[in-house]
């Protein structure tokens, strides 16, 4: 969340949800030798969303194509780095870079970090909000509001608060590109950590996520097939209105766990935290409105759940639960742009909600 970059108004607001613009073809990346740039300027902001739509389109159209596993594995190894951003941006990188792990913007270099960019670098382009003064009926900057049908006009424009009035194509740069040789320490988003030390902290935060999410967990010796609790016991306050849903199975974790009962409770709290709706009242609506009312819904946000895992373990370095190949992504077949968008950055979310507090007990360890 960094301040936008007053010259990046300099470009056209473009919404990328707005535009319609049939013209540009994206040929997307089938090899790590492949990469998309943005670097003409005339139409960026088209193609970048013309990018983005297509990856969307193979993904939902193609979902067992070799170009979408790989289209697919690629995403999750750029969005593992960078999980505070969102489904759009993460997208953009991995189409920018097979494998890019760090890219922040000019300014962010110069003051966070004391670094300055080399000469004649091109940037990776994603997409920042432009803050400008905004029409308080449309929601619109000055330009937009004239333009439109909007016909507010009890304060004038220069009494106008500030908001985000649209997106720009804005461009960020590898450490790679600065002054400085190596890699600053923030550009992975855990501190490295003795792999020992890192699976108690992890225990330890799974285990907090219990009063939060209503997240069981329980003792091994509970675990035996015979004493499981019931996979499909309905809660008794949803019974009525939401029966088909079930209190999803509990979070198995012994007191030293392996990296694969690690990768398996990290699946089953994913799980709790999209598909289960006696947890999503806790979690803020953007990363997960209740829209878990149809159970066509359900084995979809079970596939958000499984990329979550995925995000999750690429950081932690812990094989997932699951290979790329078996991530059930054929739910997602014929699911619009705006779907598939929103469920990468609940997946994101999630995987950012149960990375944070990992991140900060190991930062104080
Ligand atoms: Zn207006």
Known sequence: MHAVNPMSTHHQHTHPDKRNNSSISVSLPSSDTDALSFQTSSNRAETMREATVAWAKQITGYPESDKTQYLLSRWLTVASNFPQRSGRNTLLLSLQHPSISCAVTYETWNESYDRRIKRDQDGFFIWSPVIAPQCPQCGNAKRQHDASDCEYSKTPPSDWESGVVGMAPEP?????????????????????????????????????LEGYYHITTVPPDETHPERKAPRHKTHPLKSHALDIYSLSERVSLSNSPTPSEIADALHASATEMLANPTAIPQLPDWVSPVK?????????????????????????????????????IKTWYGETYKQVTDRLDRALAVASHILTPIQNAAQAH
Do not use: M, W
């Open 292 to 328: 878990t009312e149809s159970e066509l819904e359900v084995p979809k946000r079970n596939c958000e759940a499984l990329l979550a895992t995925h995000l999750v373990c690429n950081v932690l370095n812990i094989t997932p639960p699951e290979p790329v190949e078996e991530i059930p």
């Open 172 to 208: 960020v740069y590898t450490p790679k590109q600065t002054t400085q040789f190596g890699t600053p320490q923030e550009e992975r988003p855990l501190p490295r950590v003795p792999p020992d030390d890192l699976i108690t902290i992890i225990g330890k935060v799974l285990r907090s």
